[in-house]
């Protein structure tokens, strides 16, 4: 891995224990100009791996804690009346930030929901007519809790889509675990993290990762596993080419944290399950754990190319 990355995700891990190939998929999304959607229970990291990120890299961030009684406007902000000025003035909301920690979404209702659309898919801000861009990166990382459903509104599919990667923290094991305690036992590590790495130098390995060359195959082998997707009979939807480019973008950042100019197919299956697995619609339910099992079979069936994949032509 990159030096420069590799002391962000070493920098991460005196916070968040026992996470590496979170905090390595999490800065991939970053890099690819994706968002992340974090489905776990209370408890298990979520809020702090949002601050741990944003502080190793020195950047902004904002958290927005979802309740049902909120409005678009608690997020991207209003037309304030100034009395001193005797004019309206723009106060802008918490969307004007680098990484927004978006805290529990399916609290919100779906109209205050789809206040992030425009700002997940354009980077912009339209407020009375008024269209703002966002500063860059911006990067969203939204919560959400599987197991309790009261008083929550399900995220439509059409914002399911915009997250680049579904990921989850999940429960550590006895080692992990202990060490959490060992770590937390005197301080929290958080408040003493500093910038390892500066705003200026990951925006130019999201340039960097654009530039990734991607093989004729290995793009034909992209475009299987979405088809695929849509040849299920348990599938009523599957992947759109929204996923499989989200798919290609990922993977390509992971190229580029292994410091590779080219794609291989081993960055795709390492990203496949996560970018794709919430995309998939069944047809008669189904739950998150049915779609990864069936990405992985999908992955197990799908020939994969052979080739020098950095070979240009």
């Known amino acids: 891995m990159r030096e420069e990355i590799q002391k962000v995700m070493e920098n991460m891990g005196k916070v968040i224990i026992g996470r590496e190939a979170v905090v390595t998929k999490l800065f991939a999304a970053l890099l690819a100009d994706g968002h992340v959607l974090l489905e776990d229970v209370p408890g298990t990291g979520k809020t702090k791996l949002a601050r741990s990120l944003a502080a190793s ?159 004729p195959l290995v793009a034909g082998y992209l475009a299987d596993l979405a088809a695929e997707t849509r040849k299920q009979d348990r599938v009523a939807m599957g992947v759109s080419p929204r996923g499989t480019l989200a798919l290609m973008r990922a993977a390509k950042a992971l190229a580029c944290m292994e410091e590779r100019d080219y794609l291989i197919p081993d960055d795709v299956k390492a990203l496949a399950p996560d970018v794709l697995s919430h995309r998939l619609i069944f047809a008669y339910g189904g739950r998150q754990e049915e779609a990864k099992g069936l990405m992985e079979e999908i992955l197990s069936r799908v020939p994969v190319p052979v080739e020098d994949f950095g070979r240009r032509g």
């Open 57 to 215: 890299v020195g950047i902004r961030m904002s958290r927005i804690q979802f309740t049902p009684d909120m409005l678009p406007a608690d997020i991207t902000g209003l037309h304030v009346y100034s009395r001193e000025s005797e004019r309206f003035e723009l106060k802008k909301g918490p969307v004007f930030t680098n990484i927004l920690l978006a805290d529990e979404i399916n609290r919100a209702t779906p109209r205050t929901q789809a206040g992030l659309l425009e700002c997940m898919e354009e980077r912009q801000v339209t407020i009375d007519g008024e269209t703002m861009e966002l500063d860059r990166p911006f990067f969203v990382i939204a919560t959400q809790n599987p197991v309790e459903t009261a008083g929550t509104f399900p995220l439509p599919e059409a914002q399911t889509d915009r997250f680049m990667m579904k990921l989850s923290m999940g429960f550590p094991d006895r080692e992990e675990e202990m060490a959490i305690l060992q770590t937390y036992s005197q301080r929290d590590p958080l408040e003493e993290l500093q910038p390892v790495m500066t705003k200026e130098q990951l925006l130019s390995l999201k340039e960097e990762a654009q530039r990734v060359y991607v093989h």
